[in-house]
């Protein structure tokens, strides 16, 4: 593959959440990125082996404690030849340090200040500590996952850390950096997860406005409320994903559930979706995952095993395009996306 950030230098501040994550796809693209430690890591109250921390791989390391002259002076010479700057501080932090964007943009102008938050650089909770979650929960998007008849399911952090936070901060400086090569002038990239996060929420927005979209958990399309779209138990404990919206996949469903579509209420009557979910749960647990998969393989149903991480190395389509690499007996995601010649 080709790698069409070759050249392109990175200086990415020590951090958690999105900032080494947006590191690692920048690396992975083709970027030269220079991690900066501090000489005592952030005490995040769980060890880890730096041999597991995957999104550092394919990074230079170097340390620096930038309270001190001698670290601030070695960070700006960096800073001087960079082409992007990654920092997920609190606001106004990097600016104490000596190291905010007025001062390294006075040392290189064409420099792309990528600043990762949770609430963004201003507004009142600016200063406010918090993680995914709380940044979830304050944009709709936490409200909305999760079963009808209990508190919302607490999601992997990938919604918030890196879908709205690393991902919006990877556009915007990629972004920032075509300004910046046709005009040598660089900019300051605010990238707050609770804006990436609405972002995300925009088709959601827009149907509960239409009145397509019901502010409820479990009612509607997407969130588990329709039976053609959602996951089922299987007899062996273990489960299959669903996802049958447009009219053939669904015939294709009812078909390999041995199910009469004339007996049954229309797809889309909301009414009928418990009823519904029911009965397709009572004939997904008559048989093990195995026997689905063998019923629906070369369907149209869009069923689909659920896989625990355990599988994920045995799965013949992620094997065919080589989807993790064996790095030391580490499993490693391939990067992506994938640039063909």
């Known amino acids: 593959m080709s790698t069409p950030l070759a050249g392109v230098r990175v200086l990415e501040m020590e951090s958690i959440g999105p900032?080494?994550?947006?590191?690692?796809?920048?690396?992975?693209?083709?970027a030269e990125v220079t991690r900066l430690?501090?000489?005592?890591?952030?005490?995040?109250?769980?060890?880890?082996?730096?041999?597991?921390?995957?999104?550092?791989?394919?990074?230079?390391?170097?340390?620096?404690?930038?309270?001190?002259?001698?670290?601030?002076?070695?960070?700006?010479?960096?800073?001087?030849?960079?082409h992007i700057l990654l920092e997920?501080?609190?606001?106004?932090?990097?600016?104490?340090?000596?190291?905010?964007?007025?001062?390294?943009?006075?040392?290189?102008?064409?420099?792309?200040?990528?600043?990762?938050?949770?609430?963004?650089?201003?507004?009142?909770?600016?200063?406010?500590?918090?993680?995914?979650?709380?940044?979830?929960?304050a944009t709709?998007?936490?409200?909305?996952?999760?079963?009808?008849?209990?508190?919302?399911?607490?999601?992997?952090?990938?919604?918030?850390?890196?879908?709205?936070?690393?991902?919006?901060?990877?556009?915007?400086?990629?972004?920032?950096?075509?300004?910046?090569?046709?005009?040598?002038?660089?900019?300051?990239?605010?990238?707050?997860?609770?804006?990436?996060?609405l972002a995300l929420m925009a088709p959601i927005l827009g149907r509960w406005q239409e009145g397509q979209w019901h502010d409820a958990r479990e009612r509607n399309l997407f969130d588990g409320?329709?039976?053609?779209?959602?996951?089922?138990?299987?007899?062996?404990?273990?489960?299959?994903?669903?996802?049958?919206?447009?009219p053939r996949f669904y015939a294709a469903l009812i078909a390999g559930l041995g199910l009469d579509a004339s007996t049954l209420a229309p797809q889309h009557d909301q009414a009928s979706w418990p009823r519904m979910r029911e009965r397709f749960a009572g004939i997904f647990a008559q048989h093990d995952r195995a026997h689905w998969c063998q019923v629906f393989e070369g369907t149209e149903a869009c069923v689909?095993?659920?896989?625990?991480?355990?599988?994920?190395?045995?799965?013949?389509h992620l094997r065919a395009r080589t989807s993790l690499v064996d790095r030391g007996g580490i499993l490693h995601p391939a990067p992506a996306p994938r640039f063909l010649d």
């Open 19 to 30: 900032v080494p994550w947006a590191g690692m796809l920048l690396a992975g693209m083709g």
């Open 304 to 316: 689909s095993p659920v896989l625990s991480l355990s599988e994920l190395a045995a799965h013949p």
């Open 37 to 82: 430690r501090r000489p005592v890591a952030a005490d995040m109250g769980i060890p880890r082996d730096a041999r597991f921390e995957i999104q550092n791989h394919g990074k230079r390391t170097t340390t620096a404690d930038l309270k001190t002259p001698q670290g601030r002076d070695a960070a700006l010479d960096l800073v001087q030849d960079a």
């Open 88 to 137: 997920g501080l609190r606001p106004s932090v990097m600016e104490r340090l000596g190291l905010g964007p007025d001062i390294c943009r006075e040392r290189n102008p064409s420099l792309v200040y990528g600043r990762a938050t949770g609430w963004g650089q201003s507004g009142p909770l600016a200063q406010t500590v918090g993680h995914d979650i709380n940044y979830l929960a």
């Open 225 to 246: 409320g329709a039976p053609f779209y959602a996951t089922y138990a299987t007899a062996d404990g273990k489960a299959v994903a669903v996802g049958a919206i447009e």
């Open 140 to 197: 709709g998007v936490l409200h909305a996952i999760g079963s009808a008849d209990a508190p919302p399911t607490v999601p992997l952090n990938l919604i918030g850390d890196f879908g709205a936070g690393g991902m919006l901060l990877v556009s915007g400086v990629l972004a920032a950096l075509v300004q910046a090569r046709a005009t040598g002038k660089g900019c300051v990239v605010d990238a707050a997860i609770v804006d990436g996060a």
